[in-house]
């Protein structure tokens, strides 16, 4: 099982809209709205490295209104 916790920037006003969009995502357990430097922190699972890699890169990344992720990977 792989774990990690992702940091999201996005454009000013569009946190609401884009949790919606995340909380779609089978692999993502939580979303959280936060105020700084982040916007949104998203806590996912996957099974392995690569699957984190695509969920990552695939699916989250290319959502409109993201403008920078940060990953945090969580060792088991």
Known sequence: ??????????????????????????EIKNVMITYGEYDIVVKAETENPEKMDNLI???????????????LRVTL
Do not use: D, P, V, W
């Open 1 to 26: 099982m792989e774990q990690a916790y992702i940091l999201l920037s996005c454009e000013i006003g569009k946190e609401q809209e884009l949790t919606s969009q995340l909380r779609t995502i089978n």
């Open 57 to 71: 890169t695939s699916k989250i990344r290319k959502l409109e209104k993201i403008r920078s992720t940060i990953t």
